[in-house]
């Protein structure tokens, strides 16, 4: 079986400051890993993923997050967060042995003040 | 290029109405369809898959059923709404692939 955690339901950070979303993960292979930002009454948009080699992934509005194999986690940051990031975050996971089924954390409310 | 397509954006209903969300992909074939439901801006929950023309997987028991009549179209349908029907629903597809899942712009339902 498959999940994600998500274990902050909410985030604040200032303006311009770096920001951290965290994400950990279990699989019983190795791990597709991916993150969806959600504006209110929108659909989810991809982000970034992981597949495979670079453990730092660079993905849309200068998010980035690092793949952690020992933690098995998958935290998305930005260097310097923008009021217009404040969002809702999802992490999801695939196992790559296990079909194309995507498990979904619960979600984090990012709120960057300014 | 891919896209999908959910309507209609908003929809206020009567308890006991009947209900139609419709999806429909473009731009790529024998996609896995999915259809979500998001309580109160949070977390998403799974209610149907599909993985071809009238294959259809079921999460959770509820009022709602899903449909796939053609290769990239995907209903989800009710014959009585009831108050807890209310939410957000989000269509989604993916390929056989990693390229993960492609969401619709999603549809508000109040039932009232």
């Known amino acids: 079986a498959q999940s994600v955690a998500q274990p902050e339901d909410q985030v604040n950070v200032a303006e311009g400051n770096p920001l951290t979303v965290k994400c950990t993960y279990s699989?019983?292979?190795?791990?597709?890993l991916f993150w969806y930002v959600q504006y209110p009454n929108r659909g989810l948009q991809f982000l970034l993923k992981y597949i495979t080699g670079d453990n730092l992934v660079k993905g849309s509005y200068g998010f980035e997050a690092e793949f952690n194999k020992s933690q098995t986690s998958f935290h998305l940051k930005k260097p310097s967060a923008l009021v217009s990031d404040s969002a809702l975050y999802f992490c999801?996971?695939?196992?790559?042995?296990?079909?194309?089924?995507?498990?979904f954390g619960g979600g984090t409310r990012l709120m960057v003040k300014p | 290029s891919q896209t999908i397509h959910q309507w209609p954006a908003t929809l206020v209903q009567p308890v006991g109405s009947p209900l139609s969300l419709e999806c429909t992909v473009e731009g790529t074939s024998n996609p896995n369809l999915y259809w979500y439901r998001q309580a109160a801006g949070r977390g998403l929950q799974l209610l149907f898959y599909?993985?071809?023309?009238?294959?259809i997987s079921s999460e959770v028991p509820q009022n709602l059923s899903a449909s796939r009549p053609q290769d990239r179209q995907f209903i989800l349908s009710s014959k009585k709404l009831l108050l807890s029907d209310s939410g957000f629903y989000l269509c989604a597809w993916s390929d056989q692939g990693a390229s993960g899942y492609t969401f619709g712009s999603g549809t508000r339902l109040t039932v009232v």
């Open positions: 599909s993985v071809g023309i009238g294959q």
């Open positions: 999801a996971v695939r196992d790559n042995n296990a079909g194309n089924m995507l498990t």
């Open positions: 699989v019983s292979g190795n791990p597709y």
